[in-house]
C-alpha cells in the first residue's frame, strides 16, 4: 500500500521561504506521478502544482506561479516544493498526492494523498 508522508511546514513570516518534502513507500516512487494541493479552512482544495515521471513536466496554480518550484528525486522516492515568497494567504495544509495517472490539476481524483503539513505565514 502507498503511503505518503509530508514533512517541512511550520510558521513563516511573509516574504520567507519553506520547502515541503513528500516522502512515498510502499510503491515504486518512479511511476506516480505526482502533486501537492492545498486546503485552508473554510476553503475548498486547491491545486498548486504537480511534476510528471521524469520530472521535466510541471503545472502550477495560478496563486503560486513564479513563487513555488515542484521536483522530484526518483533516486530517494522523495518529492519537493520550495516556496519562495510566501503571503498570508498561502496559510493552509499541504498535502502531497500520487497517482499512477497524469491526474494534473484535478486534486480530487488522486488515488493517495498523505496526512498534511500545516504552513502558517505570518503578515
Known amino acids: 500500500q502507498v503511503q505518503l508522508v509530508e514533512s517541512g511546514g511550520g510558521l513563516v513570516q511573509a516574504g520567507g521561504n519553506v520547502r515541503l518534502s513528500c516522502a512515498l513507500s510502499?510503491?515504486?516512487?518512479?511511476?506516480?506521478?505526482m502533486g501537492w494541493f492545498r486546503q485552508a479552512p473554510g476553503k475548498e482544495r486547491e491545486f498548486v502544482a504537480h511534476?510528471?515521471?521524469?520530472?521535466?513536466?510541471?503545472l502550477y496554480g495560478d496563486s503560486v506561479k513564479g513563487r513555488f518550484t515542484i521536483s522530484r528525486d526518483n533516486t530517494k522516492n522523495m518529492m519537493y516544493l520550495q516556496m519562495n515568497g510566501l503571503k498570508p494567504e498561502d496559510t493552509a495544509v499541504y498535502y502531497c498526492?500520487?497517482?499512477?495517472?497524469?491526474?494534473?490539476?484535478?486534486?480530487?481524483?488522486?488515488?493517495?494523498r498523505g496526512q498534511g503539513t500545516q504552513v502558517t505565514v505570518s503578515s
Open positions: 498526492a500520487a497517482d499512477s495517472r497524469a491526474i494534473g490539476i484535478r486534486v480530487l481524483e488522486y488515488t493517495y
Open positions: 510502499g510503491g515504486t516512487f518512479k511511476n506516480y506521478y
Open positions: 511534476i510528471s515521471l521524469s520530472g521535466v513536466g510541471k
